[in-house]
């Protein structure tokens, strides 16, 4: 208990408002890259025009994990800053890793396990650059790339020379309560050769894209996302040949609530419906397999300033029905959804640090030291070492 104590005492001293991170998001019940209705800087990552509502910032992402798909559990070091220039806002970002990217090439690694042929690794070392004005309608770029290169000595089937590479950009605008915007991933591709095998995933155009429209405390909003890869082998000094492709599309219609009810104070919710599906086919082109998913999920959420310097936040979200479906045959429910999720700010001048204090995921080792476990799964409030994690600092200028 003494250590969080001084946790908290060590933050309102080196720190201090601003709506900003990924920890403020999910304490919110959002994605950590973007909302479709919350204002958040980290909207960016979906519609770049929002960079106009967030000159004049520098944010710290803070975490240690090197391996995977990011989560609550395992956070990933990241951060920017963005100014301005004249009318207009620029921005540099270092370290915002794709989550579908990394998902995508987790199903060409898969098949790549099974055959017992070398595993490929995301694109890593991600660098984003924004650009964005105001001539009327706000307006948005972004070009982003990512690449990696692990090369082996002597490289074998189990221990290969890797290499992943992804470019790509995001465009967005906003008029009065109007907002598009999408992101193009227009190549990505990621090999592994080892002493006997060669593998190769080479992904397809993706896209993901949205609208937005605002009526009063509501905003409703359309996704349309889409993506797929192709999965080559072969052996050392020989062609690769195609054995599989898969593709992933996404669609979303939904609304979201905002609305302040106290001086300080704002309720949030969002719900909608949600459908996804996955096919596969051989090399040949024939289906193999298809699955499909669909879901009507529900957020709701607050978030106040309970002092001048402290903000408190929290959700609970649920799908309310939802079925995941695979074949003709195949009809799985969901079931226990339901996440409860509570962040808080501390603020000191231009200083904003915002941390999760219960999440969907207990912090591990390299993203908050200590096993005194979860909120969201022992019942506690975590005091211990694991009272505060995906912590984040944001600085106005």
């Known amino acids: 208990m ?16 601003a709506f900003a991170t990924r920890a403020r998001l999910e304490a919110l019940g959002e994605d950590k890259n973007g909302s479709f209705y919350v204002k958040d800087n980290r909207n960016i990552f979906l ?16 975490g240690g994990d090197t391996s995977g798909t990011e989560s609550a559990a395992a956070s990933k070091g990241q951060g920017g800053f963005s100014n301005t220039a004249g009318d207009f806002t620029y921005g540099l ?27 490929v690794v995301a694109p890593d070392k991600t660098v984003d650059f924004f650009f964005g004005g105001d001539a009327g309608v706000k307006w948005g770029a972004n070009v982003f790339y990512a690449g990696s290169e692990n090369q082996v000595a002597a ?11 992804q470019f790509g950009a995001r465009l967005g605008a906003e008029l009065d309560n109007l907002a598009a915007f999408a992101t193009v991933a227009i190549s990505t591709k990621a090999k592994a050769t080892g002493d006997v095998d060669q593998s190769e995933a080479k992904g397809k155009i993706g896209i993901n894209s949205g609208i937005t429209y605002g009526l009063g405390d509501f905003t409703v909003f359309g996704k349309f996302n889409t993506r797929g ?12 040949t195609k054995i599989a492709e898969v593709s ?40 193999t397999s298809k699955t499909s998913q669909w879901n009507v999920p529900v957020v709701i959420g607050a ?26 045959s195949s009809r799985d429910n969901f079931i226990n959804t339901r996440t409860v999720s509570a962040g808080t700010t501390f603020k000191f001048g231009p200083v904003n640090v915002d941390a999760v204090v219960a999440g969907a995921a207990a912090p591990t080792t390299n993203n908050n030291p200590g096993t005194a476990g979860s909120p ?3 019942g506690t409030f975590g005091f211990g070492n694991s009272m505060l994690y995906r912590v984040a600092t944001t600085y106005n200028f």
């Open 155 to 165: 490289a074998t089937d189990a221990a290969p020379t890797q290499t992943s590479s």
């Open 229 to 240: 890869i192709d999965v080559s082998t072969g052996t050392i000094g020989g062609s690769l």
């Open 2 to 17: 003494m250590k969080s104590i001084a946790l908290v005492v060590g933050l309102m001293i080196v720190s201090s408002p």
């Open 303 to 328: 978030e106040a300033e309970a002092l001048s310097w402290l903000m408190l936040r929290g959700s609970v979200s649920q799908s309310l029905i939802g079925q995941n479906m695979s074949g003709n």
């Open 47 to 62: 519609n770049p025009a929002q960079i106009n509502y967030f000159k004049k910032q520098i944010t710290l992402e803070f």
């Open 376 to 378: 969201s799964t022992d």
């Open 248 to 287: 992933v599309q996404e669609y979303g219609l939904g609304f979201g609530y905002q609305k302040e009810v106290a001086k300080g104070v704002s309720m949030f919710a969002r719900s909608g419906v949600e459908l996804s599906t996955t096919t596969a086919k051989n090399g040949s082109g024939t289906e």
């Open 93 to 119: 970002y270092l370290g915002n890793e794709s989550d579908k990217t990394a998902s995508t090439l987790a199903i060409a690694n898969a098949t790549f396990g099974a055959l017992g042929t070398p595993v």
